[in-house]
Structures are given as C-alpha cells and as structure tokens.
C-alpha cells in the first residue's frame, strides 16, 4: 500500500514534464481586421447632359410607283413587306392593245420603208436624166418633192413606233429603287389609270428616327444637337447625327414634341423598327466622376466613402449625370480623391479598411 501512493506523484510529474518543458508559445497570427474593399480615384472628364427617348425609324424616301398607262391589272409579283432590288418586276397590266399597236407601227414603217427605197431609186435616175437634159427640171423636182415626204412619213412612223414601245415597256411596273414594299394599293383585275398609285416603297438606305420628347423638356432641345441612335436590332451597331427638326406630335395626349434625326443605315436597320436615341443637351466640362458602385444610398442621401489612413470617411455628395457606369460628382468629393468601389456598401464612417491589394 505505501509503494502505490509513491508511484502516484511521479506519474504526475511526467504527464506535466511536456507542456512546461517545451519552451515554445502560439505564435497564430491574429484575424486581420476590417472591411477589404478596392478603390480607385476620383477623376476628371467632360460629362455629356443626355436625354434619352426610345422612338421609331422611317424612310427617308418612300415614293408612291404610279402607273404609267391605262390597263387592267394581269398580275402582281410582289406583296406588303417583300424586299426588293432596283429593277424588279412590281405588277404587269394587260398589253394587248398596246402590242397591237407595236405591230401596226412596225408594219407600217415596212411599207413607208419598200415606197421609200423605190423612191430613192427614181431620184436618182432623174438627176441622171437631168444631167443629160432628157427630162425637166420641174419632173426632177417633183421627184424630190415626193421623196421628202415619204422620209417626213417614215420618221413620223419610226417616232409613233417608239411612243407605242415605250408603252409596251410601261405595261411592267418595275422598281424605281431598291427596298421595302410599304404598302400595296391595287388588286389582280383592277383597272388603273394613268398616275394611279400602286406600290409605295420604303427605303432603309437614309433612315429618319422619331424621338418623342416629352413637352416641358422640349424648350432644351434645339436643331443641330447631337444625338447617338441604337437599335435593338443590332446592340454592338450605333449611329450619330443631330436633330434636324423638332415636329409636334400630332394627336398626342401628353402633348410631346418629335425630335427628327436624318441618319444613313449603319446596317440592318429598317424602317418602322425601334430606336433609343441618346440626345446631348450640353456638356459639364471638366466633371469629377466616381463609379456607380461607389455611391451608396444612406439616410443622410447619397454618399461616397473616401479612404483616408485605412479608414473610410463618409461623405454625403451631391450627384449630377450618370454614363457608362460613372456617376458625376458635384460636390462632396475632389479629383484625386481616394473611393471604395467594391466593398462600399458594407462601410460606415470611420470603419477601418483592406485594400484588396493588400489582403494577407
């Protein structure tokens, strides 16, 4: 019994001998303190002053094809919507008459033509006989006389021959200019006259964009202010020009105002599709700008977080455009200035910082 109890405070000091023998201390680092954000500086830039309205695209040109000729429509080779290039074939009318015509004239010039030669012909034996005096001069004269006429008549015909042709020509309407048809006015069977409108095509070669504005903002705008156009049908496609006149929107309840812009097709771009145009008003000069992620709504208002010693100081700002993801600053931050960018929603003032740069 006395043997055990000895054994028992030696057991004890070996168990002890490795945690107070070992001479070493945690040497952890500690949690590194702070929100980590990234920052950026405050820069200076001219700021453009946009108003932006989403309106539509016409042609520019869009003639009416009228016929040319009285005649019955036989047949139509385009519809609404159809594209088509300069040259194409529209609609054709009844020819019959007209080709009647056609054969008449020609037929007639063949005979003008075989009394025209024959005539020739005795002209010319007359001036010989004349020369040798074995007829007078009065027959050579009459000769001649009759020769004239027969080549006034041939002209008449070889004229009357190209009027009737040309009208056979009309008798297909084609395409004055390459397009869209825009509207389509007549039937198969429908008897046309002369000028009658058939056919009225839209170009998208020169586009006009239609910019609403509102009323109360119209008094800002002006003609020669630039504008940016987009389309939705070609995102990466943009065009520029300026207004060329401001149209009041006829028939509008809000009493807006149209801002008409002449543009040439950047692309695909077609009449009647949708437009976003960007219209520049004026430019601040020399604007400090900041990210959008730098300004955060607080209940003071608006706010930036300037950086300063590893701290964030809050600064309420007074905002003013915003573009391509930066906002203008009026007042509360200078050019040069240090920001939060990312991060910047998770501060308060006086709240210490990381610059993701410098992460451990």
Same mark, same amino acid.
């Given at each position: 019994?006395?043997?055990?109890?000895?054994?028992?405070?030696?057991?004890?000091?070996?168990?002890?001998?490795?945690?107070?023998?070992? %001479?070493?201390?945690?040497?952890?680092?500690?949690?590194?303190? %702070?929100?980590?954000?990234?920052?950026?500086?405050?820069?200076?830039?001219?700021?453009?002053?946009?108003?932006?309205?989403?309106? !539509?695209?016409?042609?520019?040109?869009?003639?009416?094809?009228? @016929?040319?000729?009285?005649?019955?429509?036989?047949?139509?080779?385009?519809?609404?919507?159809?594209?088509?290039?300069? %040259?194409?074939?529209?609609?054709?009318? &009844?020819?019959?008459?007209?080709?009647? +015509?056609?054969?008449?004239?020609?037929? &007639?010039?063949?005979? =003008?033509?075989?009394?025209?030669?024959? +005539? +020739?012909?005795?002209?010319?034996?007359?001036?010989?006989?004349?020369?040798?005096?074995?007829?007078? !001069?009065?027959?050579?004269?009459?000769?001649?006389?009759?020769? /004239?006429?027969?080549?006034?008549?041939?002209?008449?015909?070889?004229?009357?021959?190209?009027?009737?042709?040309?009208?056979?020509?009309?008798?297909?309407?084609?395409?004055?200019?390459?397009?869209?048809?825009?509207?389509?006015?007549?039937?198969?069977?429908?008897?046309?006259?002369? %000028?009658?409108?058939?056919?009225?095509?839209?170009?998208?070669?020169?586009?006009?964009?239609?910019?609403?504005?509102?009323?109360?903002?119209?008094?800002?705008?002006?003609?020669?202010?630039?504008?940016?156009?987009?389309?939705?049908?070609?995102?990466?496609?943009?065009?520029?020009?300026?207004?060329?006149?401001?149209?009041?929107?006829?028939?509008?309840?809000? !009493?807006?105002?149209?801002?008409?812009?002449?543009?040439?097709?950047?692309?695909?771009?077609?009449?009647?599709?949708?437009?976003?145009?960007? =219209?520049?008003?004026?430019?601040?000069?020399?604007?400090?700008?900041?990210?959008?992620?730098?300004?955060? !709504?607080?209940? @003071?208002?608006?706010?930036?977080?300037?950086?300063?010693?590893?701290?964030?100081?809050?600064?309420?700002?007074?905002?003013?455009?915003?573009?391509?993801?930066?906002?203008?600053?009026?007042?509360?931050?200078? /050019?040069?200035?240090?920001?939060?960018?990312?991060?910047?929603?998770?501060?308060?003032?006086? @709240?210490?910082?990381?610059?993701?740069?410098?992460?451990?």
């Amino acid at each position: 019994m006395p043997r055990r109890i000895a054994l028992i405070p030696t057991l004890c000091l070996v168990l002890a001998l490795p945690a107070g023998c070992s %001479g070493k201390k945690d040497e952890t680092p500690p949690a590194p303190t %702070g929100t980590l954000i990234s920052v950026t500086e405050a820069t200076v830039q001219d700021v453009p002053v946009v108003l932006k309205s989403i309106g !539509r695209l016409e042609s520019r040109a869009a003639p009416l094809v009228a @016929a040319e000729i009285d005649g019955r429509v036989l047949e139509l080779a385009v519809d609404e919507g159809a594209e088509i290039a300069a %040259g194409a074939t529209l609609a054709e009318l &009844d020819a019959t008459s007209v080709t009647l +015509e056609v054969r008449a004239a020609k037929a &007639d010039l063949g005979r =003008i033509g075989a009394l025209l030669a024959n +005539e +020739e012909r005795r002209v010319e034996r007359f001036r010989t006989l004349a020369a040798r005096e074995l007829i007078s !001069r009065e027959q050579l004269e009459d000769a001649e006389a009759q020769l /004239a006429v027969l080549r006034a008549q041939r002209d008449a015909v070889e004229a009357q021959l190209r009027i009737v042709e040309d009208q056979l020509a009309k008798t297909v309407i084609r395409a004055p200019l390459a397009g869209r048809i825009q509207k389509r006015m007549v039937s198969v069977g429908d008897f046309v006259r002369r %000028g009658s409108p058939l056919f009225e095509i839209a170009t998208s070669a020169s586009l006009r964009a239609l910019l609403p504005v509102p009323e109360p903002l119209a008094a800002r705008l002006a003609p020669g202010l630039a504008v940016k156009l987009g389309s939705p049908l070609t995102p990466d496609t943009h065009a520029t020009g300026v207004i060329t006149e401001l149209r009041p929107a006829v028939g509008a309840a809000n !009493r807006a105002v149209w801002a008409i812009v002449d543009v040439e097709n950047p692309g695909a771009w077609r009449p009647d599709a949708t437009v976003r145009g960007e =219209i520049v008003l004026a430019t601040h000069a020399d604007a400090v700008v900041v990210p959008g992620q730098s300004v955060i !709504r607080r209940p @003071a208002g608006e706010v930036v977080y300037v950086i300063r010693d590893g701290r964030a100081e809050q600064r309420v700002v007074d905002t003013g455009e915003r573009l391509d993801g930066l906002v203008e600053i009026i007042a509360g931050v200078a /050019a040069g200035e240090t920001v939060a960018v990312e991060g910047a929603a998770y501060l308060s003032d006086d @709240a210490p910082v990381r610059l993701a740069g410098n992460a451990p």
